[in-house]
């Protein structure tokens, strides 16, 4: 078999931890992982997860506190925060009518895919109707597709990464200043360059992990 180069960047890839503080990410090569981010799928297109892009030192800082100081928020080259919708994410809302309007035209077929397809088949039959935290947990689930997408390229690019979800949810949110009605934390991105040797890779013999039926 030919060489695999998306392949060499999985083994490339691993949990950064110390990033040279030094070296940053050319403005090129970050549009390029941010597109592929909103490139990457979610359930029914519904688009649930928001990045907020990490500018200032002041503010990292604050992320820091509250992500158990780790010096990967500082650090890195880019911090990214990747938050999640919540009340938008019910079947009713002008929020999910809109996006299965731009897939569907009539009136009858977008209300049939967000209260029947979406509604009922998806969200009610998983439990996620009656509990806007259970919904909430759903959609942050959306969030980790996105990340993966951008650290899988991120690799492809020679740049490391480090997905945090260490953190004290409320006091980011705080910090943050969201409205945990509408949306709140999923999860944290760093991205940047290695200042570490590569930790060993540890994972289970393939033949563990898939069977075939």
Known sequence: MKQDIFLDAMQFRFACKVF?????????????????GILSPSSFGLEPTRMLIVRTQEMR???????WNQDQITD????????????????????????????????????YYATERYGKNKLENSGFLTDIEKLGLWSIHQAYIMATTMMNHAAFLGIDSCMIEGFDKNLLESTLQLDTFQEQVALV???????????????????????FI
């Not at 938050?83 to 731009?102: E, G, H, I, Q």
């Open 189 to 211: 991105l760093c991205l940047g360059y290695r200042n570490m040797e590569q930790s060993p890779r540890l994972r289970m013999n393939k033949h563990e992990i898939i069977k």
């Open 76 to 111: 890195a080259s880019q911090t990214i925060v990747f938050t999640s919708l919540k009340v938008d994410m019910l079947p009713n809302t002008n929020y999910v009518f809109n996006k299965f309007a731009r897939r569907v035209k009539s009136a009858d077929k977008i209300k």
């Open 61 to 67: 800082e604050k992320i820091k506190e509250a992500c």
């Open 20 to 36: 040279d503080k030094h070296r940053k990410i050319s403005d090129d090569e970050f549009e390029a992982i941010l597109e592929s």
